[in-house]
């Protein structure tokens, strides 16, 4: 029994490292995450998933606005040189 609760205390402890911020490219509706990990600060950088090329963009924080049930952080794409907003779904 002992095992068991150590194996289940393990995934629990565990299951919130793999989450990401799930949010949408407002330019081009396209689906982003923001992995666990990232601190979302302005003038940070920050790595972001972009669905529609499959890749990991590094992208640098310009702005964090909160707007009703999501936050939109602007950034600079490092990658492309373009500017993006993202609308993030907001976890309060």
Same mark, same amino acid.
């Given at each position: 029994? *002992? ?10 402890? +565990? =299951?919130? /490292? ?14 982003? $995450?923001?992995? *666990?990990? !990232? ?8 790595? /972001? #998933?972009? =669905?529609? +090329?499959?890749?990991? =963009?590094?992208?640098?924080? $310009?702005?964090?606005? *909160? @707007?009703? @049930?999501?936050?939109?952080?602007? /950034? #600079?794409? !490092?990658?492309?040189?373009? #500017? *993006?907003?993202? %609308?993030?779904?907001?976890? %309060?």
């Amino acid at each position: 029994m *002992r095992h068991l609760s150590i194996a289940l205390l393990a995934i629990f402890c +565990t =299951h919130g /490292v793999a989450l990401a911020w799930d949010g949408v490219d407002t330019n081009s509706g396209d689906s982003v $995450e923001i992995d *666990r990990g !990232n601190l979302v600060r302005e003038g940070l950088d920050i790595e /972001v #998933y972009d =669905h529609s +090329t499959g890749e990991y =963009h590094d992208v640098t924080v $310009e702005g964090i606005n *909160r @707007s009703g @049930s999501s936050v939109d952080v602007e /950034v #600079y794409d !490092n990658k492309t040189g373009e #500017y *993006r907003t993202f %609308e993030m779904e907001d976890g %309060e």
